[in-house]
C-alpha cells in the first residue's frame, strides 16, 4: 500500500503513522524528520532547509522530492510506504505520481486529518520529541512515563525550534495556502478520506483502519 498523511501542523501525523506502519508493515518516511536530521548532521542539504524551516515556511520542491525519491527505492520500502508530510504542494504531488507511473504504480490512499486551526496551538506548544525517531509526547495528552524521557530509549526529549505560537501561524499558513490544493488534487482522484483527527488518538486510529479497510 502507498498511503499518503495530510493534515496541518500537529493534527497527530506522526503520533499515527508508527500504529499503521506496524499494521501494514511499511515504511514511514516523514520529510519534516528527515530534514530536522539533516539540520542537526549540518548536511549541505540540512544547511539548505534550516532557514525555511525555522521560519515555518516550505523548503524548496526539488529539494524534498529529492528525498522522496531516494527514499522510496530503499529495500525496506519494497512493501509500500507512509508518506507523513510529503507531498504538500501540487508539484510535489505531481512529481510523486510521475516517480510512481514508472513502476506502474500509483498513491493508494490520502488521509485527510482534520483539525480545526484553534486547536492546533495546544497541541503544537505541549509538544516534546525523541530527535532522533521522531517519536511525539505532549505534556497533557501524551505525557510521557518519566517526564522528559522517551519511553522506548530513556533518553532526553527536547521541544522543536518551529513548536512556538508565532512560527505556528506561518505554518498554518503554509498549509492552508499551498498543501490544502493537494487534498483538492486527490480528491479528484478519489482516493481521500476524511477524518475528524480532533478526536483523541484511539479514535484516530479506528478511523484510519476504518479508512484503509483493516
Ligand atoms: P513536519 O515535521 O512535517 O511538521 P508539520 O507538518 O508541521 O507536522 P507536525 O510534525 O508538527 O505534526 P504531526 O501531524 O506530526 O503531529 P504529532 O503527531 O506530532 O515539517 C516541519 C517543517 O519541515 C515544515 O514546516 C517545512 O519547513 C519542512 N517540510 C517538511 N516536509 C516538507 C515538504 N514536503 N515540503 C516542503 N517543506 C517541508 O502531534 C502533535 C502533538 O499533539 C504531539 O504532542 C502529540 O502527542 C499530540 N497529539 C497527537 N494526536 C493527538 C490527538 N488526537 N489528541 C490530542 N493530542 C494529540
Ligand atoms: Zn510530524
Redesign the pocket.
Known amino acids: 500500500k502507498r498511503i499518503i498523511l495530510v ?10 503513522s508508527p500504529i499503521i506502519k506496524e499494521e501494514h508493515c511499511l515504511c514511514h518516511l ?4 528527515m ?2 536530521a539533516a539540520v542537526k548532521a549540518q548536511t549541505p542539504l540540512g544547511k539548505q ?1 534550516k532557514e ?2 525555522d521560519a ?4 524548496s ?1 526539488d529539494l ?1 522530492v529529492g528525498i522522496i525519491e531516494e527514499a522510496i527505492k530503499r529495500p525496506s520500502c519494497s512493501k509500500g510506504f507512509i508518506l ?6 501540487v508539484v ?1 504531488a505531481e512529481k510523486l505520481d510521475a516517480m510512481l507511473a514508472k513502476d506502474a504504480a500509483k498513491v493508494d490512499k490520502v488521509l485527510d ?1 482534520e483539525v480545526p486551526d484553534q486547536v492546533l496551538v495546544e ?2 506548544t ?4 525523541h530527535p532522533d525517531s521522531g517519536r ?3 505534556t497533557k ?2 505525557p510521557p512515563k518519566v517526564p522528559g524521557k522517551d519511553d522506548i530509549t530513556g533518553e532526553p526529549l527536547i521541544q522543536r525550534k ?2 512556538n505560537a508565532e512560527t505556528l501561524k506561518s ?1 498554518l499558513e ?1 498549509f492552508h495556502k499551498q498543501t490544502q490544493p493537494v487534498i483538492d488534487y486527490y480528491a479528484n482522484k478519489g482516493v481521500v478520506s476524511k477524518l475528524h ?5 484511539p479514535d ?1 486510529t479506528s478511523e484510519i483502519q476504518k479508512a484503509l479497510g483493516s
Open positions: 493534515g496541518p501542523p500537529g493534527c497527530g501525523k506522526g503520533t499515527q516523514a520529510t519534516g524528520d530534514l530536522r532547509a525555511a524551516m515555518g515556511k516550505l523548503v520542491d524534498v507523513d508530510g510529503f507531498p504538500r504542494t510535489q486529518f497541541r503544537v505541549g509538544r516534546w520529541i511525539s509526547y505532549h495528552f501524551a518551529d513548536d505554518r503554509a483527527a480532533e478526536k483523541p488518538p484516530v
